[in-house]
């Protein structure tokens, strides 16, 4: 079946220390996004790629970045992680812009 | 502006009952519309989705959803509600001039046997 796949399903990192979360998609859409969840919060939107062009939300902190070598993968890095980016990490895509996203089933990040 | 106001942040059915989950929206520009449910430790799967075709919108696992522009409304309903409906339900407006996705702040559904 067409899906997104997300790896790994909960990781755990040390404060300051770099980690990188992946997302590989096998429905060739052209779109593909990163949002943060907080406990019972909606998810917010980090960036999104359509295609190689890179979208970054305006309040997105700058130790958030993002890397999509192919159109299959996209890959989140956070920097030096702080106790407040511990969360619930999604990957979504589409075929444009404004259309139904679909979602991967998210990695557990948590801080030590 | 655009917004999404869910109006029950907790609903709770006992199954076999209806269920009804409130959503109100606000958009500058003909917006599509989405209902999400996000069940514990999962990503979010599509409901149903508005695109300006009919204002009755049936979408996965007996649930619909009625669009009314002259009260702003997008409310998600079930004639009877299953054990495997509980979880977060979350009504999404994505206006026409950015589509970005504009989400409610999220309703809980909780079905009691």
């Known amino acids: 079946d067409a899906m997104v796949i997300q790896n790994p399903r909960y990781q755990v990192t040390q404060f300051g220390k770099p980690v990188t979360l992946s997302c590989s998609q096998t429905l060739n859409h052209n779109v593909m996004y990163w949002y943060q969840q907080k406990s019972s919060q909606a998810p917010k939107l980090l960036f999104h790629y359509y295609d190689k062009d890179f979208n970054n939300e305006a309040d997105t902190p700058d130790n958030f970045q993002s890397r999509r070598p192919n159109t299959s993968f996209c890959f989140l890095d956070i920097r030096s992680p702080g106790l407040g980016d511990a969360a619930m990490y999604l990957c979504?895509?589409?075929?444009?812009?404004?259309?139904?996203?679909?979602f991967g089933d998210g990695t557990r990040l948590s801080i030590l | 502006a655009q917004s999404v106001t869910q109006l029950d942040s907790h609903v709770s059915v006992s199954e076999g009952t209806p269920v009804l989950l409130r959503c109100n929206y606000s958009s500058s520009y003909s917006p599509s519309l989405f209902w999400y449910v996000q069940h514990p430790n999962k990503g979010l799967q599509l409901l149903l989705k508005y695109t300006s075709a009919a204002t009755l919108v049936k979408g996965i696992n007996g649930f619909e959803a009625e669009f009314k522009k002259s009260e702003t409304s997008f409310h998600l309903t079930k004639p009877s509600a299953h054990m495997s409906d509980a979880a977060e339900y979350f009504c999404v407006v994505v206006p026409s001039n950015t589509g970005k996705l504009i989400f409610g702040q999220g309703t809980t559904l909780q079905v009691k046997p």
């Open positions: 979504a895509t589409s075929y444009r812009v404004s259309q139904p996203q679909h």
